[in-house]
């Protein structure tokens, strides 16, 4: 299968380089990049790239860390911007509090995060992972570029790590080890304030660390993780562990847009002569591949983007802008490694919208559509409403009957919410047991009974049916179901 991909995607053998090369070249889909023969570690120095595209995915990861290192202190009516919190089963989304009983609401909102995701990888390919992906912005732009001005880049870091050990180098290293645990551990206290709020963070810190040596441990161990990740494990994050790069097999297609080098106009591949130009290279049988390698010395998962869509490409463009470094010295045109789709390459086609593309669409717009529904209609409160265990009817003064009913209330907001109830299919009168107002805490659950009354006559058999609004200040907030028991209805 190897000796038929070579054929069918570069046409012809790679000129210039050794037996060694060729077999690297033919057996790249049978080994990861980061992985020798023998499974040992395959450390990468990738060149620090520098380009157009390089600039933009800078400014995006920037605006991308401001908001994550913000997101907890920022408010909305006085909810944190977004709030995970586990331990108390409450969510904070957009400053819009959510709790376990909107269950419903969390179930679409992962279906229209995943199909969205299937949807954006059929048209885009990996986009999310070389531009949005936490992993890739932490480490390419921040962890990488903090190695870069302590040890260099490329062939400097590489010749860094093979010199001697001397005072320099270690200081050098301690250094850059230093500032990755420290930043870790900002990374790891920042996680935690989008789980437990800013706020009870800000008090932890604050106060005596002694107070807290279990928490303070864990955030210890915490940041070890992230250490070890962003230090040693790197790359190896996306090729070993992340499932996204093995299931986009079957979400790319023909037309789906990649980091792509363009085979038809770069094979054969040759060195670049002094006086040569595009019209004798194509006499000689070459393409505007220079075999330069720049793409490889770039590339931070280590693959040759020559070889065509592979596994361990994330996107990260950074390919592109070293190809068309190169072509801007050569004086040829830039795009030889390029934002493109096969059939884009291969039969000049620009980019159409494919009936998987518009059936992933609608799916996800009827889900976005639902899931607006939910959220729009979704009360501030949620009411459950039970007989009280073991209690048939009661005769009142005046041939009137009550049942007694547990209410339970839910208050989702951020604010205390006053309530009341109303009978609103029946004639009666609903009695609150144990005062005459109810306000339910903010964030809180509350319980109370109440007392509904009557009249025999009013009665629809020996189970009347019972419809109960939830008021708030004359502000309609729900309306829950039950039924009343009457005379006849022992069981």
Not at 192 to 211: E, M, Q, V
Not at 257 to 264: G, H, K, L
Not at 297 to 304: F, K, L, R, Y
Not at 446 to 466: C, D, F, N, Q, Y
């Amino acid at each position: 299968m190897s000796g038929a991909t070579k054929v069918e995607t570069v046409g012809h053998e790679p000129a210039g380089h050794s037996a060694a090369q060729d077999i690297q070249w033919e057996d790249f889909r049978d080994h990861l990049a980061t992985a020798e023969k023998d499974g040992s570690r395959r450390w990468l120095y990738p060149k620090k790239p520098s380009g157009r595209l390089a600039r933009y995915r800078t400014w995006f990861a920037w605006m991308l860390l401001v908001i994550m290192f913000t997101g907890p202190f920022i408010r909305i009516q006085g909810n944190p911007l977004l709030m995970i919190d586990i331990l108390q089963r409450k969510f904070s989304i957009l400053g819009q509090i959510f709790w376990p009983e909107d269950t419903v609401i969390f179930a679409v909102s992962m279906l229209v995060f995943f199909t969205s995701i299937i949807l954006f990888t059929t048209a885009f390919g990996r986009l999310w992972c070389g531009w949005a992906c936490p992993q890739t912005v932490m480490m390419e732009m921040v962890f990488r570029k903090i190695e870069f001005l302590f040890e260099g880049d490329g062939s400097s870091a590489k010749a860094f790590d093979a010199a001697a050990w001397t005072l320099s180098k270690v200081v050098r290293k301690a250094g850059k080890h230093l500032v990755f645990f420290g930043l870790s551990f900002v990374v790891g206290n920042t996680l935690l304030s989008y789980i437990i709020g800013s706020d009870a963070l800000l008090h932890i810190i604050r106060d005596d660390p002694r107070n807290h040596t279990t928490g303070l441990t864990f955030m210890v161990l915490f940041s070890l993780l992230f250490y070890a990740i962003f230090a040693r494990f790197r790359e190896q994050a996306c090729t070993f562990i992340c499932p996204y790069g093995r299931f986009q097999s079957a979400l790319l297609d023909e037309n789906t847009i990649v980091v792509a080098y363009d085979n038809q106009r770069g094979e054969g591949r040759g060195p670049w002569k002094k006086g040569q130009d595009a019209v004798t290279r194509k006499a000689e049988g070459l393409g505007d591949c220079v075999n330069c390698r720049q793409c490889v010395a770039v590339c931070p998962t280590g693959i040759d983007i020559r070889n065509g869509v592979q596994m361990e490409c994330v996107n990260c463009t950074a390919c592109i802008d070293a190809c068309d470094s190169v072509m801007d010295k050569v004086g040829l045109p830039r795009g030889l490694v390029r934002y493109a789709s096969l059939n884009g390459i291969q039969k000049n086609e620009p980019l159409r919208i494919t009936p998987r593309m518009i059936g992933y669409s609608v799916l996800v717009t009827a889900l976005g559509c639902l899931l607006a529904f939910l959220v729009f209609t979704r009360s501030d409160v949620e009411t459950l409403l039970l007989r009280a265990p073991g209690g048939l009817f009661q005769q009142q003064a005046g041939g009137r009957l009550s049942n007694l009913y547990t209410v339970k209330v839910v208050n989702k907001t951020s604010h205390d919410i006053p309530v009341q109830f109303r009978l609103m299919n029946v004639d009666g009168r609903i009695q609150l047991m144990g005062g005459e107002s109810w306000t339910v805490p903010k964030e809180k659950l509350g319980e109370r009974s109440i007392l509904v009354e009557m009249e025999v006559g009013k009665l629809a058999g020996r189970h009347t049916p019972l419809e109960i609004g939830v008021y708030s200040n004359g502000r309609p907030l729900e309306t829950v179901k039950s039924v009343f028991i009457g005379p006849g209805a022992a069981h």
